[in-house]
């Protein structure tokens, strides 16, 4: 499989802690994109991080790229009950297709 | 439509019928992808259109697989002769489009269509 791989698999928090998910990406990338998947629902986009950026923000969610290490990790603050789904990384290779990762399973309860 | 549309979103088939999925992107959006995504997993890219033009099919299982997008808007993926192992969820998803680059960086997803091959 070309998928990346991310961890922890599953993740199990109180609502208000800090959730990290972890992804290990396998190619030279343009950028790396954040999704989000609720049960039921289709892939929602959160994030996107370019090759030469190394830190970004977007409310309450931080994304950081080691291009070095081929990693991404995505820090979810104060998290939220609503914060629960699949959380998947996703390559953008420049070949105009995304290679997603294996997903992280976040249940926050309250 | 506001967003991507799939239908049907769940179908359930019997092993050798052939099934037809539907995507119909974000108006305007001039590209076009399909992914499969099996339990547990993420999406897997099977095929995208710039257009009504076929770029890539490099994902596309095997010659069972075929997608179209004759008028460059509606898309189908037709799946010949189901097996049991093309149970998996398929999405769709769009972007704006092509070039500048930073218009085809953000894809659209659809609910997906749930296949079962009994």
């Known amino acids: 499989s070309q998928q990346g791989e991310e961890d922890p698999q599953a993740l199990s928090i109180q609502e208000g802690e800090n959730a990290t998910m972890n992804c290990s990406y396998k190619?030279?990338?343009?950028?790396l994109q954040w999704y989000r998947q609720n049960s039921g629902r289709g892939l929602v986009h959160l994030i996107l991080i370019r090759s030469n950026e190394r830190e970004k923000h977007s409310g309450r969610l931080r994304v950081t790229l080691d291009t070095s290490k081929k990693s991404s990790s995505l820090l979810i603050t104060a998290s939220r009950a609503a914060d629960t789904a699949s959380y998947f990384c996703?390559?953008?290779?420049?070949?105009?297709?995304?290679?997603f990762g294996t997903g992280t399973r976040l249940l926050v309860s309250p | 439509g506001a967003g991507v549309s799939q239908s049907p979103r769940y179908k359930v088939t019997k092993r050798g019928q052939d099934v037809a999925l539907r995507c119909d992107p974000i108006s305007g959006h001039v590209s076009l992808y399909w992914y499969r995504q099996a339990l547990g997993q993420g999406p897997e890219f099977l095929t995208y259109f710039n257009y009504e033009a076929q770029q890539d099919k490099s994902g596309l299982p095997n010659d069972r697989f075929s997608a179209e997008r004759p008028e460059g808007s509606i898309s189908t993926l037709t799946i010949q002769r189901t097996e049991q192992r093309d149970s998996a969820m398929y999405r769709c998803?769009?972007?704006?489009?092509?070039?500048?680059?930073?218009?085809?960086?953000?894809?659209?997803f659809g609910p997906g269509t749930r296949l079962l091959v009994l």
């Open positions: 998803a769009s972007t704006q489009g092509v070039n500048p680059p930073v218009k085809r960086e953000t894809q659209y």
């Open positions: 190619t030279s990338i343009n950028n």
């Open positions: 996703a390559e953008d290779t420049g070949f105009q297709k995304l290679v």
